[in-house]
């Protein structure tokens, strides 16, 4: 695959989105278990960007540490990708869900139950991408295919002419 995915990459997904919506996936972010890493990496991040010590911002209220988070004016990868998961996770899973009932691949409430699925036929993708369209908000289908792309480009190779990023 010799395509150019800059515009998928996590964090210019992440500096796209509404500041709202960046603010509930900080928060999504900072209350998820599974993100221990890169939770460190946002506190030295925020520690950086605030001229506080870690300590201070760990000390912060979740809400105020989600808002500083979602206001940084650069994010790593890594820390962008794990909100944007967290955020599709909490709440977009009925599109989720949709999508993969449109290419009918088997899951259970949007995550693919099965590690061994088959890449989608890339015209089944593209369908299922634009009846998703028909079903939720445009800009939310777009983060959702755009993050899929950033995930897992090969795979989902066929959302990057369907998908514009957010």
Do not use: C
């Amino acid at each position: 695959m010799d395509r150019d995915l800059s515009n998928f990459r996590p964090s210019k997904l992440w500096r796209k989105i509404p500041l709202e919506r960046r603010i509930d996936a900080a928060g999504l972010f900072w209350e998820d278990e599974h993100s221990a890493d890169q939770q460190v990496e946002a506190v030295s991040a925020i520690a950086t960007q605030m001229k506080f010590r870690p300590r201070s911002v760990i000390a912060l209220p979740p809400e105020k540490r989600a808002k500083y988070l979602a206001q940084l004016p650069a994010i790593s990868d890594t820390i962008a990708a794990r909100a944007l998961v967290n955020y599709h996770l909490e709440r977009q899973r009925p599109m989720m869900s949709a999508f993969l009932d449109l290419l009918g691949i088997q899951h259970e409430n949007g995550l693919i139950s099965d590690e061994t699925v088959a890449k989608p036929d890339p015209a089944k993708v593209q369908n299922a991408a634009k009846e998703l369209s028909a079903m939720f908000p445009s800009e939310d289908v777009a983060l959702y295919l755009s993050t899929l792309v950033s995930q897992d480009p090969e795979t989902w190779e066929a959302l990057i002419d369907v998908a514009q990023p957010a």
